[in-house]
């Protein structure tokens, strides 16, 4: 059996792959029924205000937001880029476990040029479900919050 | 016997090592002799589109390539940095692996600042030769496809 | 126990973890009391000139550092994240490991706008202290040399 290491590092790649690969219902699938899945700017987060820009309490909002993405499809056309280091264990309890891995996203427009849209760092508590590591909770604490688009799809 | 894993994260760190640290020669020889390389957009990609950036069908192509760049030496001087995410494995059949990796490559110029060249998806198939892991195939898949300079050494 | 590579990659990813959670004065713990840490362009070290950007020759050089640092508190006000690629090992001699890695850190200013900082090549010697792996040397060998701010904290 693999180690859980590994297994982490391929979720965590595994989740850069659906997103960059425009695999977005897929992706929803990579997180627990009820799920925490919030982007939050990093002042918010270090002063502990709870306001996020995008907060879904489970993953029946996740798909929703993904649904009305695939049916609104007026935002900007774009290709994002994740590039996740490894990750930090911070704990394991019983079949949970927290990590940490610095996220940085490049985007790439209609026009072919390619500019950092967004650093910061996941926050993740991984649970196995069923034998497969799925996200519990995702905060993604994002440095960035001047950005020239809107956040349309995940961080 | 090293786990093939990290035997792949090697060759892939091996590959950026030896482009950024102008080693263009022996990069060549992370490849087969029958190997093909190229660089693509991502949307001629997508669409089943043939047409490449640049398109090496074996490895004497690729040396013959580098022995061009340094005899002619008139392409803009600069360094590049290769971020490559850990890599996702597709396929694995003999002695033959598919994985897919997220690059970013970064480039330096001759006035010290760096900017964001090439971001994209290696697609990768790896043979094992004479007890080594070699590229048989490459594709470089470029969502940037608007660069303010040429492509010159590889990707 | 757990393998050195991943023990390597632990210290790495511990060390940018440390520097982008502004936890300086826990991060100079990760280097051995006779640790040596320099930032050099690039170009003035691939033609052997020792002329450092930032050179400490040991920990407690290091330590005054980040204290001047918390003193003077004048320097811009940002937030850095350090991408690591993992490491290639160059060689093992008995306790000791060099290794290497690019790096790129990206900077995001009070603005809230993220900018690429600095990209390059870490070169470290790592050793075994009681059981821990700590830097007995590193080099931040940075191609960016043209940065609109100064380096204040470290790369």
Redesign the interface.
Known sequence: MTPY??RI??L???Y??RL??DKLEEWTELFTEDARYEIL??DNFDRGYPLALLCCRNQAMLRDRILALRVANEYNIH?D????????IMDVQGDEICI?A?Y?V?Q?SQ??????F????YKDRIKVVDGQLRFKEKLVIA????VPTLIATPI
């Not at 967004?118 to 760092?121: I, N, P, V």
């Not at 440095?143 to 001047?146: A, P």
């Open positions: 290491r590994e590092q391929d965590l790649i595994e850069a792959w960059d690969n700017p990093r290709y880029r994740h590039m996740i280091n490894a990750p930090k940490e610095n940085l490049v790439t026009d072919g040029v390619t500019k950092v967004s650093a910061g760092l440095d960035t919050f001047c």
